[in-house]
């Protein structure tokens, strides 16, 4: 008698989490961010941000990028004829609309979705968080090759707040990547807590990984080669508890 088959278990989802290092400005801070392991690095194409460089100087930055390491230009509400011109110097860009860009907007920028896109929800901070209906946002975003998690301030971006993340729903049937003041000290607790929630999860961190002035605060734009590889260490500790325990951490995907 032939015994019964057996059940085949259902592969758990990858604990690899994608890196972005974002707002670069030089040369040396690219070969760092390629040195330390990053999956893609962010290239500020919007005037008003201190972070900010030209198209041209980021397709200059980008030719530095070895393969297999994406380019991500982020716009701001940018007319969509600039954003096709920008894309068309850096080949293999994604784009990350950070701004009031609607779904309609998103597509025309992007040659109806031809080009992959993220788009920025901006997560209230404290209690507000939970009022924010991320289920829908990533609904009405579903072209979107994955929704960016930031922090809701005065300005888009880079003001190195975190929101609540405990407040997130359970559970958002999309790729999320994991924004707002991330550093090397709370990323590893920051993917425990989003990860479960998702299919899939990519971290992105700025100001965390900026050098120090002589203030002690963070000089936008300048990037501390220290602090990208302890951040990317720290992000690999969290995949390590994931991948050692995964039912505990996962059993909400």
């Known amino acids: 008698m032939r015994p019964p088959a057996a059940t085949p278990s259902l592969p758990l989802p990858s604990t690899r989490t994608r890196i972005k290092i974002c707002g670069l400005t030089r040369e040396q801070d690219i070969d760092a961010a390629v040195a330390a392991g990053a999956d893609a690095v962010g290239f500020v194409l919007y005037g008003p941000s201190p972070r900010a460089v030209t198209p041209a100087r980021a397709a200059q930055l980008a030719r530095r990028l070895p393969p297999f390491v994406t380019p991500v230009l982020l716009f701001v509400n940018e007319d969509a004829t600039n954003v096709i011109a920008a894309s068309a110097l850096i080949a293999g860009a994604t784009i990350q609309f950070h701004g009031d860009e609607s ?135 969290a995949d390590a508890q994931l991948a050692k325990n995964p039912h505990e951490f996962l059993s909400a995907t």
Do not use: M
Not at 158 to 168: I, Q, Y
Not at 181 to 187: E, I
Not at 196 to 209: E, F, K, N, Q
């Open 103 to 237: 779904p309609e907007d998103c597509l025309a920028a992007t040659g109806r979705g031809a080009r992959p896109y993220l788009r920025a929800a901006r997560i209230p901070l404290g209690d507000g968080a939970a009022q924010f209906d991320l289920v829908k946002y990533a609904h009405d975003y579903s072209h979107a090759q994955a929704i960016l998690l930031d922090a809701h301030v005065d300005g888009y971006g880079g003001s190195g707040k975190a929101f609540n993340w405990s407040l997130l729903p359970p559970s958002v049937s999309s790729h999320l990547v994991l924004s707002g003041g991330l550093t090397p000290a709370n990323v590893t607790d920051g993917i425990l807590q989003v990860r479960p929630r998702c299919h899939t999860l990519a971290v992105d961190v700025s100001s965390g990984v900026e050098a120090d002035g002589p203030d002690g605060k963070p000089v936008k734009g300048i990037k501390d080669a220290g602090k990208i590889q302890r951040f990317i260490a720290a992000v690999r500790a």
